[in-house]
């Protein structure tokens, strides 16, 4: 079974679009994360959420809104979207509440296989 | 600011032994990973380290120094399915996970 999954796996859209992105996690995690990997392989994070919370919402434009109808999933939505838009997107899930102060191996992010968004 | 540098690109010889450095400046420290991503998947675990010294699991070892903020992943007995991005990851005081850009190591027969 995966782990972490995300879907679609590719998506090729039209500049203005609205479009989502779903994930999913199996593993009873409280945490989950979306990234944005750009052409450099540089890893961003863009959003967290503990318990349905949001926990970190890092500078990214008000055109995504992550949604996350329960715990173990996390989707992300993006409005109007933009040529620079167009990267990997990660989803990925811990164990460990990002305010917990727990130092441990329950710290590991587990990644799904990510989406490939591309805006023409 | 907050800083993870790692050496871009690294190339190494099939049955040799590689080290890939990181440097970090980060706000707070709560652990160091390492990550392995192949190309077009996602990273995957391989280490994680929070008390200076050597981890080591198989033919792979993470070093840490706190006071010098620094670690190093070691491979040894390289394989050609070795060949891959490795990221190096940092978590800050808020237990933000800052990352390297990825050392992309090339493995020769």
């Known amino acids: 079974d995966t782990a972490v999954s995300q879907t679609p796996k590719y998506l090729v859209t039209q500049m203005g679009n609205d479009k989502s992105i779903k994930c999913e996690q199996n593993l009873g995690h409280d945490t989950m994360y979306w990234y944005k990997q750009d052409s450099k392989k540089f890893l961003k994070i863009m959003f967290s959420?503990?318990?349905?919370?949001?926990?970190i919402n890092e500078t990214v434009p008000n055109r995504f809104s992550p949604k996350s109808p329960d715990k173990a999933h996390l989707n992300l939505h993006i409005n109007s979207l933009e040529l620079g838009d167009s990267a990997v997107y990660f989803c990925?899930?811990?164990?460990?509440?990002?305010?917990?102060?727990?130092?441990?191996?329950?710290?590991?992010?587990?990644f799904g296989p990510g989406t490939r968004l591309l805006v023409l | 600011g907050q800083n993870i540098d790692q050496p871009t690109e690294m190339t190494a010889t099939e049955g040799a032994i590689v080290q890939i450095n990181c440097t970090y400046q980060?706000?707070?420290?709560?652990?160091l990973f390492w990550y392995q991503q192949h190309a077009g998947e996602a990273p995957t675990f391989l280490s994680y380290?929070?008390l200076d010294g050597l981890e080591e699991k198989g033919r792979f070892s993470s070093f840490l120094s706190r006071s010098k903020g620094y670690s190093y992943l070691l491979l040894k007995e390289l394989q050609m399915k070795d060949s891959a991005s490795y990221l190096c990851?940092?978590?800050?005081?808020?237990?933000?996970?800052?990352w390297g850009a990825g050392t992309k190591l090339i493995i020769k027969p």
């Open positions: 380290n929070v």
């Open positions: 980060t706000s707070g420290f709560n652990g």
């Open positions: 959420y503990n318990n349905k919370e949001l926990i």
């Open positions: 990925a899930s811990t164990q460990a509440s990002a305010s917990s102060g727990q130092m441990s191996f329950q710290e590991t992010q587990y």
């Open positions: 990851a940092v978590t800050d005081s808020n237990y933000q996970l800052i």
